[in-house]
T-cell receptor, first 111, second 119 residues
Protein backbone atom coordinates (compact mmCIF):
# COMPACT_ATOMS: atom_id res chain seq x y z
CA UNK A 1 0.00 0.00 0.00
CA UNK A 2 1.33 3.43 -0.92
CA UNK A 3 2.10 5.72 2.00
CA UNK A 4 -0.07 8.55 0.77
CA UNK A 5 -2.71 7.91 -1.85
CA UNK A 6 -4.73 10.51 -3.68
CA UNK A 7 -7.43 10.61 -6.32
CA UNK A 8 -5.52 10.27 -9.57
CA UNK A 9 -7.42 13.02 -11.40
CA UNK A 10 -7.29 15.04 -13.48
CA UNK A 11 -10.30 17.04 -12.37
CA UNK A 12 -11.67 19.40 -15.00
CA UNK A 13 -14.29 21.71 -13.53
CA UNK A 14 -16.01 24.92 -14.63
CA UNK A 15 -15.42 28.19 -12.86
CA UNK A 16 -17.58 28.50 -9.77
CA UNK A 17 -17.82 24.77 -9.18
CA UNK A 18 -17.10 23.04 -5.90
CA UNK A 19 -14.49 20.32 -6.02
CA UNK A 20 -13.33 17.83 -3.40
CA UNK A 21 -10.06 15.95 -3.15
CA UNK A 22 -9.52 12.89 -1.01
CA UNK A 23 -6.40 11.36 0.43
CA UNK A 24 -5.56 8.35 2.60
CA UNK A 25 -2.33 7.70 4.47
CA UNK A 26 -0.86 4.50 5.85
CA UNK A 27 1.31 5.70 8.74
CA UNK A 28 -0.92 5.78 11.81
CA UNK A 29 1.86 7.59 13.72
CA UNK A 30 1.59 10.66 11.48
CA UNK A 31 0.81 13.77 13.46
CA UNK A 32 0.94 16.62 10.97
CA UNK A 33 -1.05 16.91 7.79
CA UNK A 34 -0.95 19.45 5.02
CA UNK A 35 -2.23 20.35 1.62
CA UNK A 36 0.26 21.90 -0.76
CA UNK A 37 -0.32 23.14 -4.28
CA UNK A 38 2.21 22.86 -7.02
CA UNK A 39 2.03 24.76 -10.27
CA UNK A 40 3.61 23.31 -13.39
CA UNK A 41 7.42 23.28 -13.14
CA UNK A 42 7.33 25.16 -9.84
CA UNK A 43 7.99 24.29 -6.22
CA UNK A 44 5.19 23.14 -3.86
CA UNK A 45 3.62 25.89 -1.81
CA UNK A 46 1.86 25.36 1.48
CA UNK A 47 -1.86 25.81 1.08
CA UNK A 48 -2.98 24.90 4.56
CA UNK A 49 -2.37 22.63 7.51
CA UNK A 50 -5.09 20.16 8.42
CA UNK A 51 -6.37 19.88 11.95
CA UNK A 52 -8.48 17.21 13.61
CA UNK A 53 -11.25 19.70 14.18
CA UNK A 54 -11.26 20.67 10.52
CA UNK A 55 -10.27 24.09 9.36
CA UNK A 56 -11.30 26.62 6.79
CA UNK A 57 -9.37 29.30 4.97
CA UNK A 58 -11.58 31.33 2.69
CA UNK A 59 -12.85 29.06 -0.07
CA UNK A 60 -10.77 26.13 1.16
CA UNK A 61 -11.88 23.64 3.80
CA UNK A 62 -9.74 20.77 5.06
CA UNK A 63 -10.93 17.80 7.08
CA UNK A 64 -9.05 15.05 8.88
CA UNK A 65 -10.37 11.68 10.06
CA UNK A 66 -7.66 10.00 12.10
CA UNK A 67 -9.64 6.80 12.64
CA UNK A 68 -9.98 6.28 8.89
CA UNK A 69 -6.60 7.90 8.12
CA UNK A 70 -8.35 10.09 5.62
CA UNK A 71 -7.85 13.73 4.65
CA UNK A 72 -9.96 15.88 2.37
CA UNK A 73 -9.80 19.28 0.74
CA UNK A 74 -12.87 21.13 -0.49
CA UNK A 75 -12.58 24.10 -2.82
CA UNK A 76 -15.68 26.24 -3.25
CA UNK A 77 -16.37 28.72 -6.04
CA UNK A 78 -13.40 27.56 -8.10
CA UNK A 79 -11.29 30.21 -9.81
CA UNK A 80 -9.12 29.87 -12.89
CA UNK A 81 -6.14 30.56 -10.62
CA UNK A 82 -6.94 27.42 -8.62
CA UNK A 83 -5.68 25.30 -11.52
CA UNK A 84 -2.70 23.38 -10.14
CA UNK A 85 -1.73 20.03 -8.71
CA UNK A 86 -2.80 19.53 -5.12
CA UNK A 87 -0.51 17.47 -2.93
CA UNK A 88 -1.59 15.64 0.20
CA UNK A 89 1.29 15.58 2.66
CA UNK A 90 1.79 13.87 6.01
CA UNK A 91 4.71 13.75 8.42
CA UNK A 92 6.49 10.68 9.69
CA UNK A 93 5.22 10.74 13.22
CA UNK A 94 5.53 12.69 16.44
CA UNK A 95 8.56 14.95 16.35
CA UNK A 96 9.41 13.97 12.79
CA UNK A 97 10.26 16.74 10.37
CA UNK A 98 10.17 14.47 7.36
CA UNK A 99 7.19 14.68 5.05
CA UNK A 100 5.72 12.13 2.70
CA UNK A 101 4.01 13.45 -0.40
CA UNK A 102 1.19 12.02 -2.40
CA UNK A 103 1.53 12.05 -6.17
CA UNK A 104 -0.98 14.86 -6.34
CA UNK A 105 -4.27 15.49 -8.05
CA UNK A 106 -4.33 17.82 -11.01
CA UNK A 107 -7.12 20.38 -11.13
CA UNK A 108 -8.01 22.37 -14.22
CA UNK A 109 -10.63 25.07 -13.80
CA UNK A 110 -12.20 25.88 -17.14
CA UNK A 111 -13.74 29.26 -18.08
CA UNK B 1 7.94 34.98 6.61
CA UNK B 2 9.46 31.53 5.95
CA UNK B 3 11.08 32.37 2.64
CA UNK B 4 13.56 29.94 1.12
CA UNK B 5 15.76 30.83 -1.81
CA UNK B 6 17.64 28.49 -4.09
CA UNK B 7 20.38 29.17 -6.58
CA UNK B 8 20.85 28.63 -9.44
CA UNK B 9 17.38 28.21 -10.85
CA UNK B 10 18.61 26.41 -13.93
CA UNK B 11 21.83 24.64 -14.84
CA UNK B 12 22.93 23.01 -18.05
CA UNK B 13 26.22 21.17 -17.81
CA UNK B 14 28.30 18.55 -19.52
CA UNK B 15 28.46 14.98 -18.35
CA UNK B 16 31.20 14.45 -15.77
CA UNK B 17 31.11 17.93 -14.27
CA UNK B 18 30.01 18.81 -10.76
CA UNK B 19 27.16 21.16 -9.96
CA UNK B 20 26.60 22.99 -6.69
CA UNK B 21 23.15 24.12 -5.60
CA UNK B 22 22.62 26.52 -2.70
CA UNK B 23 19.59 26.66 -0.46
CA UNK B 24 19.09 29.57 1.95
CA UNK B 25 16.46 30.37 4.54
CA UNK B 26 16.10 34.14 4.26
CA UNK B 27 14.10 35.19 7.27
CA UNK B 28 14.45 32.34 9.72
CA UNK B 29 17.00 29.88 11.00
CA UNK B 30 16.67 26.33 9.75
CA UNK B 31 18.29 23.62 11.81
CA UNK B 32 16.97 21.07 9.37
CA UNK B 33 16.73 21.34 5.62
CA UNK B 34 15.65 18.75 3.10
CA UNK B 35 16.68 17.96 -0.44
CA UNK B 36 14.19 16.49 -2.87
CA UNK B 37 14.26 15.42 -6.47
CA UNK B 38 11.28 15.38 -8.79
CA UNK B 39 11.15 13.74 -12.20
CA UNK B 40 8.45 14.77 -14.69
CA UNK B 41 4.96 13.74 -13.62
CA UNK B 42 6.34 12.07 -10.51
CA UNK B 43 5.96 12.95 -6.86
CA UNK B 44 8.63 14.62 -4.80
CA UNK B 45 11.20 12.11 -3.58
CA UNK B 46 13.23 12.90 -0.48
CA UNK B 47 16.93 12.48 -1.10
CA UNK B 48 18.40 13.52 2.21
CA UNK B 49 17.87 15.39 5.44
CA UNK B 50 20.47 18.04 6.12
CA UNK B 51 21.23 18.93 9.73
CA UNK B 52 23.25 21.98 10.65
CA UNK B 53 26.64 21.03 11.98
CA UNK B 54 26.33 17.31 11.37
CA UNK B 55 26.31 14.79 8.55
CA UNK B 56 23.30 14.53 6.33
CA UNK B 57 20.99 11.54 6.52
CA UNK B 58 20.46 9.97 3.12
CA UNK B 59 17.44 8.03 1.96
CA UNK B 60 17.87 4.50 0.76
CA UNK B 61 19.19 4.34 -2.76
CA UNK B 62 20.73 7.81 -2.72
CA UNK B 63 24.51 7.77 -3.08
CA UNK B 64 26.07 9.99 -0.45
CA UNK B 65 29.35 10.21 -2.36
CA UNK B 66 27.55 11.44 -5.44
CA UNK B 67 25.22 13.90 -3.77
CA UNK B 68 27.34 15.83 -1.28
CA UNK B 69 25.44 17.87 1.28
CA UNK B 70 26.91 20.53 3.49
CA UNK B 71 24.89 22.45 6.08
CA UNK B 72 27.49 24.79 7.52
CA UNK B 73 25.18 27.41 8.98
CA UNK B 74 21.61 27.80 10.17
CA UNK B 75 20.64 29.52 6.94
CA UNK B 76 22.58 27.68 4.25
CA UNK B 77 22.69 24.15 2.92
CA UNK B 78 24.38 23.10 -0.29
CA UNK B 79 23.95 20.09 -2.53
CA UNK B 80 26.74 19.16 -4.91
CA UNK B 81 26.01 16.71 -7.67
CA UNK B 82 29.39 15.21 -8.45
CA UNK B 83 30.32 13.76 -11.83
CA UNK B 84 26.86 14.44 -13.16
CA UNK B 85 25.37 12.16 -15.79
CA UNK B 86 22.30 12.60 -18.00
CA UNK B 87 20.22 10.41 -15.67
CA UNK B 88 20.82 13.01 -12.92
CA UNK B 89 18.83 15.53 -14.93
CA UNK B 90 15.90 16.46 -12.73
CA UNK B 91 14.22 19.18 -10.71
CA UNK B 92 16.03 19.53 -7.38
CA UNK B 93 14.15 21.31 -4.60
CA UNK B 94 15.22 22.16 -1.09
CA UNK B 95 12.99 22.92 1.84
CA UNK B 96 13.34 24.07 5.40
CA UNK B 97 11.17 23.48 8.41
CA UNK B 98 9.74 26.48 10.19
CA UNK B 99 7.45 26.62 13.15
CA UNK B 100 5.07 29.12 14.58
CA UNK B 101 1.68 30.53 13.79
CA UNK B 102 -1.57 28.72 13.21
CA UNK B 103 -1.49 26.62 10.16
CA UNK B 104 2.29 26.63 9.88
CA UNK B 105 3.50 24.44 12.71
CA UNK B 106 6.52 22.61 11.44
CA UNK B 107 5.47 22.81 7.85
CA UNK B 108 8.14 22.77 5.19
CA UNK B 109 8.76 25.75 2.99
CA UNK B 110 10.30 25.13 -0.38
CA UNK B 111 12.85 26.93 -2.44
CA UNK B 112 11.95 27.65 -6.07
CA UNK B 113 13.92 24.64 -7.27
CA UNK B 114 16.86 24.07 -9.59
CA UNK B 115 16.31 22.49 -12.96
CA UNK B 116 19.42 20.49 -13.85
CA UNK B 117 20.06 19.29 -17.36
CA UNK B 118 23.14 17.15 -17.96
CA UNK B 119 24.14 16.81 -21.58
Amino acid sequence: RKEVEQDPGPFNVPEGATVAFNCTYSNSASQSFFWYRQDCRKEPKLLMSVYSSGNEDGRFTAQLNRASQYISLLIRDSKLSDSATYLCVVNGGAGSYQLTFGKGTKLSVIP
Amino acid sequence: GAVVSQHPSRVICKSGTSVKIECRSLDFQATTMFWYRQFPKQSLMLMATSNEGSKATYEQGVEKDKFLINHASLTLSTLTVTSAHPEDSSFYICSASAAGGRGRTWAQYFGPGTRLTVL
